[in-house]
């Protein structure tokens, strides 16, 4: 197992175009965590999942956000029509039944807005 | 409001000294209080963690100091390397809230060779 895996690593999209990223937790990690950080601030909370619930989303998340966990398994992130104010690193987190606060983070993926 | 405060912004230390990151926290519900480092390039990773129970937790060169009264929170590492060069986020959670993480802004550390 190598860790939560985040895919693509760098996205480069105009403003007004949707994008799409992909996560994979750790395996039989339960719940999954989005989170967004800016340049110079720690991650911010987006939503969370535990198995395919999506049990909380932040105010941060405007209706242009959706994520999604079907079956429990990976996680997808999607933001339309794009605006340059979304430019930030978005990075997934996974936490195993029994240690719900030890957060294990993937590399993120870094998104620019044009 | 949830919220914890860090400070410094960024720390300059000579290599063999004691960097010491501080932070407050504001909402008493907090039971979780973990610190993360975060090399340019990848996610923040877990380094040490401490529950309100304890006033102080020691691994390796690295520890929690817990103030509840206070609520405040501080990270030292001990004979401080360059390869611990990194930013460091304190943050918060609460089991009652899913444990929602709150992190603080993070510390710019630069060990000198």
């Known amino acids: 197992d190598t860790g939560v895996s985040q895919d693509p690593r760098h996205k480069i999209t105009k403003r007004g175009q949707n994008v799409t990223f992909r996560c994979d937790p750790i395996?039989?990690?339960?719940?999954l965590y989005w989170y967004r950080q800016t340049l110079g601030q720690g991650p911010e909370f987006l939503t969370y999942?535990?198995?395919?619930?999506?049990?909380?989303k932040s105010r941060l998340l405007s209706d242009r956000f959706s994520a999604e966990r079907p079956k429990g398994s990976f996680s997808t992130l999607e933001i339309q029509r794009t605006e340059q104010g979304d430019s930030a690193m978005y990075l997934c987190?996974?936490?195993?039944?029994?240690?719900?606060?030890?957060?294990?983070f993937g590399s993120g993926t870094q998104l620019s807005v044009l | 409001q949830q919220q914890v405060k860090q400070s410094p912004q960024s720390l300059i230390v000579q290599k063999g000294g004691i960097s010491i990151i501080n932070c407050a926290y504001e909402?008493?519900?907090?039971?979780?209080f973990p610190w993360y480092q975060q090399f340019p390039g990848k996610g923040p990773a877990l380094l040490i963690a401490?529950?309100?129970?304890?006033s102080e937790k020691k691994e390796g060169r690295f520890t929690i100091s817990f103030n509840k009264s206070a609520k405040q929170f501080s990270l030292h590492i001990m004979d401080s390397q360059p390869g611990d060069s990194a930013t460091y986020f304190c943050?918060?959670?609460?089991?009652?809230?899913?444990?929602?993480?709150?992190f603080g802004a993070g510390t710019r550390l630069f060990v000198k060779a």
């Open positions: 987190a996974s936490t195993q039944r029994g240690q719900p606060e030890k957060l294990f």
């Open positions: 395996s039989e990690h339960n719940r």
């Open positions: 999942f535990q198995n395919e619930a999506q049990l909380e």
């Open positions: 909402n008493t519900a907090f039971d979780y």
């Open positions: 401490i529950r309100p129970d304890v």
């Open positions: 943050a918060a959670s609460k089991g009652t809230g899913g444990f929602k993480t709150i």
